[in-house]
């Protein structure tokens, strides 16, 4: 089956760097996504991987290692705002998004 | 319209009943997609549109059904509610299913059913 593993909570100080890991078993691999989901809102695009290697974009960055199955979402100089979920989806053989239940991350001053 | 919007915002059905939860969106976007979310799960696909006039199961099909006869708008159909349907909907759409074409969501319907 299809499987997507990402820690259930997590917790980070104001103005830290926290990262959070997502493995992923899937049919096939067509791209790994990055989605912020604050509470009772719609999910809302991060970053985007298809190749092996890191991609940065502003106090975000993501990383994909293919052969691992393994990609993380490093957050810098966090903000009480980054208190979110945070989710990981894996693009399968069939172009469907496979979803991870997603991180909760809480942010303490 | 700004983006992808969904309707209603929120409902509480009996079971046994017909829904429609209505989905649209103005960005020209080929592809539509229509999850639900369920606290401790992932999103997980109930049907999808690759493009206007066609449609596929994802992984939840059961008890529901979509139409697309257009490009901006996915209806999604719950033909006789159960209360394990109960969940927050979302839609979702993007400019193709391929590449690093991002998903954009609709805020969520949120249904209840008794």
């Known amino acids: 089956g299809q499987n997507i593993d990402q820690p259930t909570e997590m917790t980070a100080t104001e103005g830290a760097i926290v990262q959070i890991n997502c493995t992923y078993q899937t049919s096939g691999f067509n791209g790994l996504f990055w989605y912020q989901q604050h509470a009772g809102e719609a999910p809302t695009f991060l970053s985007y991987n298809v190749l092996d290697g890191l991609e940065e974009k502003g106090r975000f960055s993501s990383f994909l290692s293919r052969s691992k199955g393994y990609s993380y979402l490093l957050l810098k100089e966090l903000q009480m705002k980054d208190s979110a979920s945070y989710l990981c989806a894996v693009r399968d053989s069939n172009y469907q998004l496979i979803w991870g239940a997603g991180t909760k991350l809480i942010i303490k001053p | ?114």
């Not at chain 2, 979310?37 to 008890?63: C, F, M, W």
């Not at chain 2, 529901?64 to 349907?85: G, I, K």
Request: glycine share 10%; charged share 15%; with cysteine.
């Open chain 2, 1 to 114: 319209i700004a983006g992808i919007t969904q309707a209603p915002t929120s409902q509480i059905l009996a079971a046994g009943r017909r829904m429609t939860l209505r989905c649209t969106q103005d960005m020209r976007h080929n592809a539509m997609y229509w999850y639900r979310q369920d606290l401790g799960l992932g999103l997980r696909l109930i049907h999808y549109s690759n493009t206007a006039g066609t449609t596929g199961k994802g992984e939840v099909p059961d008890g529901y059904s979509v139409s697309r006869a257009n490009t901006d708008d996915f209806p999604l159909t719950l033909a006789s509610a159960v209360p394990s349907q109960t969940s927050v909907y979302f839609c979702a759409s993007s400019a193709s299913i391929s590449g690093g074409n991002e998903q954009f969501f609709g805020p969520g319907t949120r249904l209840t059913v008794l």
